[in-house]
């Protein structure tokens, strides 16, 4: 079926006159007629215009030719051009990192399969096929939810610049099994603190901190010793190290300092005495990056790979360096930190997420809440 949307743009517009199609009825009107959109065979489907006067059709003949034209060209611009478009629009308002994970997730999943395709012609059919190819890929389902997300803002550019309406309501996201990650347990953490205290260095520091304080790897990565104010013993979370491929195309990847993850990402820490003794040991008067030492960062992957060293060396077992923020969070509930100085402390932007993806109390810490209760009976 062929979708009118034309006759709404008919009144108010006066345009330059060319040759259209003319007619005058018996009833002394003047009708006009263009082309609004092609069906399914391919054959013209038209729009039927009146006035008074001749020149009122005309007018108003000419204005439908351009609305159906502009609405024609946005009914069969493709996925691929479009994309340039929209990342054009988008390059100034968002991070240079978040500009990277969108060309990551249109160059490598989205073009390959619907770059040549007209956007118009999207269906929930089509996208939930590719969903679910994704899933049988082995893509997790939340990084194919992400994937998604970043095509619906695309696809949403491309309806209010082009007038076409698509429908996606009937698109499913496939469901994401929330995968609570376990903490370093309370003996891997005192040998891991043992280890760090009896071979102590600017890496060994950091590793404290993320322990300590839930820093994230790039927030740690982005320290300077002007974030530290010894006065009133506070870290400022100012900004973060990643890895990023390269925007311009040509898939290599470079390191950028920016600012963190989220508006709530930028935050003031209270440091505890035991961190702030080693702030002291190893300050420093010019402003380099705390944990190189110098104008340059360490970058996470190096910091992942030093951690995995010392897990090597202290003989704990193998894991993220993420665990070390999971684990300050839980060891936080444990020792009854409420959940929204918590949430303010990790910079979340809701406690909810502070709960549902950070907070696992183990059974024994249950099991001694649940017995104090009982105390009272």
């Known amino acids: 079926m062929c979708k009118l949307y034309i006759i709404d743009w008919l009144e108010g517009y006066g345009m330059e006159k060319v040759s259209t199609n003319i007619t005058k009825r018996k009833d002394g009107r003047y009708m006009g007629k263009f082309i609004v959109c092609y069906n399914d065979s391919g054959k013209a489907q038209y729009q039927y215009v009146y006035g008074k006067t001749y020149d009122e059709a005309e007018s108003k003949v000419l204005i439908g030719q351009e609305v159906a034209s502009r609405y024609l060209s946005g009914r069969y611009i493709t996925v691929g051009k479009i ?15 978040s500009l990277a994970n969108y060309r990551a997730k249109f160059e490598k999943h989205i073009l390959p399969i ?55 309501k009937n698109v499913v996201l496939p469901k994401i099994e929330k995968k609570q990650a ?39 990565c982005g320290l300077t010793w002007s974030d530290v104010d010894f006065q009133h013993k506070i870290l400022h979370i100012r900004r973060t190290v990643q890895r ?45 990056f705390i944990l190189s030492g110098a104008d340059k960062p360490v970058e996470p992957r190096t910091m992942q790979y030093r951690y995995k060293n010392i897990l090597q060396s202290a003989e704990i077992g193998t894991h993220n360096f993420h ?15 409420d959940t929204k100085t918590l949430s303010m402390i990790l910079g979340h932007s809701t406690v909810n997420l502070t709960l549902n993806r950070y907070i696992h109390p183990d059974l024994t810490h249950e099991r001694r809440l649940m017995n104090s209760i009982c105390l009272l009976l």
């Open 323 to 337: 665990k070390l923020r999971h684990s300050f969070a839980t060891n936080c509930a444990e020792k009854g930190f």
């Open 244 to 288: 990023i491929t390269s925007t311009n195309g040509n898939r290599k990847t470079k390191v950028v300092i920016s600012t963190p993850k989220s508006d709530t990402s930028f935050r003031d820490i209270a440091i505890p005495d035991f961190l702030m003794a080693y702030f002291r040991i190893f300050r420093n008067e010019a402003d380099f």
């Open 83 to 97: 994309y340039r478009e929209w990342l054009n629009a988008v390059v100034n308002r968002v991070k240079e990192s």
């Open 182 to 220: 376990e903490r370093i347990n309370d003996l891997q953490q005192k040998q891991l603190i043992a280890y760090l205290k009896a071979n102590m260095s600017l890496t060994a520091f950091g590793i404290l901190l993320s322990l300590g304080m839930g820093l994230r790897i790039g927030e740690l």
């Open 114 to 168: 619907f770059g040549d395709m007209p956007c118009a012609d999207l269906s929930a059919v089509r996208i939930n096929a590719f969903i679910n190819e994704k899933l049988a890929e082995g893509l997790s389902a939340s990084y194919v939810r992400d994937i998604i997300t970043v095509f619906k803002s695309m696809l949403r550019y491309a309806q209010e610049e082009y007038d076409f309406k698509l429908s996606l």
